[in-house]
């Protein structure tokens, strides 16, 4: 069985329909009657459930709100099929680079505090390859595994990228240090 949860918040007969179907799901099938049940329930799920209810819910994530109903059961299990999918596309998405956290999919860095950052895809690839290569990144690499150039080639694209990309940590984060120039080329 997979880890997913599905949780039926304040809508018994519902629960009480899937629950007799539910060895046919890839997710486990949790009745929850009210908030503080909600909040113990979601506390150890890791970000991996799906809480469904008839109204929007204001202090929780990762819900589905039924409200058209009549619908058909093959229906209803593939609208949660799709959430399910979706959480885990947006979860795939998300990157932890020290003090940072990138999400691929928005082009976005953010810091510890909320401080956004817009990224291009260039932009994200350059930290993406530097934080998953130990020690130092030459810059003919960088040449290489990032923009495809032969390593011969005379260019200054790296440099003139890291630059900017520097700058803008600097402007946003205040970070001076987020990649660092070594003799050789670059390392976050």
């Known amino acids: 069985m997979n880890n997913q949860y599905l949780i039926i918040y304040q809508f018994t007969s519902l629960y009480e329909v899937l629950k007799e179907t539910e060895f046919d799901f890839n997710f486990k099938i949790i009745k929850v009657l009210n908030d503080k049940s909600l909040d113990n329930e979601i506390k150890d799920l890791n970000k991996k459930y799906l809480i469904i209810t008839k109204k929007k819910l204001s202090n929780f994530n990762n819900q589905y709100v039924l409200n058209d109903l009549p619908i058909k059961f093959t229906k209803l299990i593939e609208k ?19 003090d940072y956290k990138i999400n691929i999919n928005s082009r976005e860095i953010v810091s510890k505090n909320q401080l956004k950052l817009k990224l291009t895809e260039k932009e994200i690839n350059i930290i993406l390859y530097l934080s998953n290569t130990e ?12 923009w495809g150039y032969q390593l011969d080639l005379e260019t200054h694209t790296v440099e003139t990228h890291i630059y900017r990309l520097r700058k803008k940590f600097l402007k946003i984060f205040d970070d001076k240090n987020f990649i660092l120039s070594k003799k050789n080329g670059y390392e976050i």
């Open 80 to 98: 949660f099929n799709i959430e399910f999918l979706k959480q885990q596309f947006n979860h795939q998405s998300e990157i932890n680079i020290g």
């Open 135 to 146: 020690g130092t990144v030459k810059i003919n690499e960088l040449q290489k595994n990032v």
